[in-house]
């Protein structure tokens, strides 16, 4: 089965330095990946997705994410972090099959500080 | 362009009462999805819509239940309340399984 997973429930970083949120994934097949934000009380915000081509996949707000296929892992970056960076970060993985259910982790929170 | 809408935003209801959710895809999708997000989880899938019909279903009992209309819009159901069903119910659109999906803000439901 397809999962992910996000082994840090809260990621602290000042704000202007850089920021990674990590995720790794078990899938059969190849990975259709994506990270989402959601700030309090809304719901989730696309930023960018992994289905093919280069590894360094460039999405919303300055965020980026690698595609590492040796360590199963897709980790989301961003150069220079912001206070209002500051919300919940969910990576989810496709299903398989014919349909485009998502399958999420369990989401990391991350804090910037001024 | 209007992007997914839910209704209502918020929702108390109490133990065994039904509740009934909706949700306006984006203009120009035709696929729904509904999620659970219980609190300080991930989101779980519950079920999928397409041309009317559920396509397919999450790990989640009979007394959840859908329903698409041909405008695409969508409601989900659900009988006989428990307390373990208060969580944020999130709907996401897409364009016949083109990625990404679009969520809209969610139905806060509490069950008492």
């Known amino acids: 089965a397809q999962s992910v997973a996000q082994p840090e429930d809260q990621v602290n970083v000042a704000e202007g330095n850089p920021l990674t949120v990590k995720c790794t994934y078990s899938v059969s097949g190849n990975p259709y990946l994506f990270w989402y934000v959601q700030y309090p009380n809304r719901g989730l915000q696309f930023l960018l997705k992994?289905?093919?081509?280069?590894?360094l996949v460039k999405g919303s707000y300055g965020f980026e994410a690698e595609f590492n296929k040796s360590q199963t892992s897709f980790h989301l970056k961003k150069p220079s972090a912001l206070v209002s960076d500051s919300a919940l970060y969910f990576c989810?993985?496709?299903?398989?099959?014919?349909?485009?259910?998502?399958?999420f982790g369990t989401g990391t929170r991350l804090q910037v500080f001024p | 362009d209007a992007g997914v809408t839910q209704s209502p935003t918020h929702l108390i209801k109490t133990r065994g009462q039904q509740v009934t959710l909706r949700c306006s895809p984006k203009?120009?999708?035709?696929?729904v999805s509904w999620y659970q997000q219980a609190l300080g989880q991930g989101p779980q899938f519950i079920f999928q819509y397409y041309e009317e019909e559920e396509r397919q279903r999450g790990n989640f009992p009979d007394r959840f239940s859908g329903h698409q209309f041909p405008n695409y819009s969508s409601e989900l159901n659900v009988n006989a309340l428990l307390l373990g069903d208060s969580a944020l119910y999130l709907c996401?659109?897409?364009?016949?399984?083109?990625?990404?999906?679009?969520f809209g803000d969610g139905t806060r439901l509490s069950i008492l």
């Open positions: 996401a659109s897409s364009f016949s399984g083109h990625q990404p999906q679009h």
């Open positions: 203009s120009g999708h035709d696929t």
């Open positions: 989810a993985v496709r299903d398989t099959g014919n349909t485009d259910k998502l399958i």
């Open positions: 992994y289905i093919t081509g280069d590894n």
